[in-house]
């Protein structure tokens, strides 16, 4: 069940523990992501923890679930990820 002002504690990290993140520069360009998916999708982003292979993110929704929020931040990530 969601509703608005649930609290999640978000967690992905790359297959076989593989890499998500190979520099810095992705690290921020994912952070980068989420502010632009933040004004799109309003949601508070509360605390985070990003590594090279996973991250932990802790969100607050507000209109929107937390689903479609993810969606939308991994979705923009990977589509640059891929064009490097």
Same mark, same amino acid.
């Not at 520069?25 to 989420?34: A, G, I, N, S």
């Not at 605390?47 to 937390?66: A, C, F, Q, R, S």
């Not at 993810?70 to 990820?81: G, I, T, V």
């Given at each position: /069940? ?13 297959? $076989? ?18 502010? #632009? ?10 605390? #985070?923890?990003? /590594?090279? $292979? ?9 209109? $929107?679930?937390?689903?479609?929020? /993810? ?5 923009? #990530?990977?589509? $640059? #990820?891929?064009?490097?």
């Amino acid at each position: /069940m969601e509703f608005k002002g649930a609290i999640y504690h978000v967690i992905k990290r790359g297959n $076989n523990r593989e890499y998500i993140f190979r520099e810095r520069d992705d690290k921020e360009f994912f952070l980068t992501c989420l502010e #632009y998916i933040k004004e799109d999708s309003g949601f508070n982003l509360l605390g #985070y923890v990003i /590594m090279d $292979n996973n991250y932990h993110l802790i969100i607050e929704t507000k209109e $929107n679930p937390i689903n479609k929020i /993810m969606q939308k931040a991994n979705k923009r #990530y990977s589509e $640059n #990820y891929l064009e490097k």
